[in-house]
């Protein structure tokens, strides 16, 4: 168990578009969900904290008018990239909580913004 | 303040055994967690250590030490498709969240 699925796998879009990123937790409800961005040969950075019925938390610096996050059902949260630029291209990763402090990670989107 | 600290890169044989240490200084500590990254994936869950002491799993074994905020990765028998990135992970109670290294990218040589 514990299986955390994300759509789209990779997604190539053209500045000032907007993306949506779907993250799943297909076995087990998840009343947090987390959204991390990793770029090259870098480790994951924190962007924010999904809570299930509840605004996000967004990390110092992460703009939440430009990421949003919607964490509507226990399964379901999407992160939508709002006028992406070609700075915002990079691995989206999203994670969900299951027990107390395990987080299980979905297989990242890549995104490209031309 | 959060911060881990781990080596940027190791080198190993295959066969062989290798040791990555982390170092962690987080407010709420509440367990160390170690992934495994390979280029262009997500990170894959390896361990977690709440409690001082050695948590072995087959290959691959985690140490805590909550005293010194340490804790290590060891991989015994190394194999090729162990070259990957391994990431420490300091769970803050407080925050509710992981605080990441920067990750340690393994090369296995034959």
């Known amino acids: 168990g514990a299986v955390v699925s994300q759509h789209p796998s990779w997604v190539i879009c053209k500045s000032g578009t907007s993306v949506k990123i779907e993250c799943r937790s297909l076995d087990f409800q998840a009343t947090t969900m987390f959204w991390y961005r990793q770029f090259p040969k870098q480790s994951l950075m924190l962007m924010a904290t999904?809570?299930?019925?509840?605004?996000?938390?967004?990390e110092q610096g992460v703009e939440k008018d430009k990421f949003l996050i919607n964490h509507a059902s226990l399964t379901l949260s999407t992160l939508t990239v709002t006028s992406a630029h070609p700075e915002d291209s990079s691995f989206y990763i999203c994670?969900?909580?299951?027990?107390?402090?395990?987080?299980?990670f979905g297989p990242g989107t890549r995104l490209t913004v031309t | 303040g959060q911060n881990i600290d781990q080596p940027t890169e190791m080198t190993a044989t295959e066969g062989a055994i290798v040791q990555i240490n982390c170092t962690y200084q987080t407010s709420g500590f509440n367990g160390l967690f170690w992934y495994q990254q390979h280029a262009g994936e997500a990170p894959t869950f390896l361990s977690y250590?709440?409690?001082?002491g050695l948590e072995e799993k087959g290959r691959f074994s985690s140490f805590l030490s909550r005293s010194k905020g340490y804790s290590y990765l060891l991989l015994k028998e190394l194999q090729m498709k162990d070259s990957a990135s391994y990431l420490c992970?300091?769970?803050?109670?407080?925050?509710?969240?992981?605080?990441f290294g920067a990750g340690t990218r393994l090369a296995v040589h034959p």
């Open positions: 250590n709440v409690l001082d």
């Open positions: 994670s969900a909580q299951r027990e107390r402090y395990e987080q299980y």
């Open positions: 999904s809570n299930e019925g509840s605004k996000a938390t967004y």
């Open positions: 992970a300091a769970f803050s109670g407080g925050y509710n969240k992981l605080i």
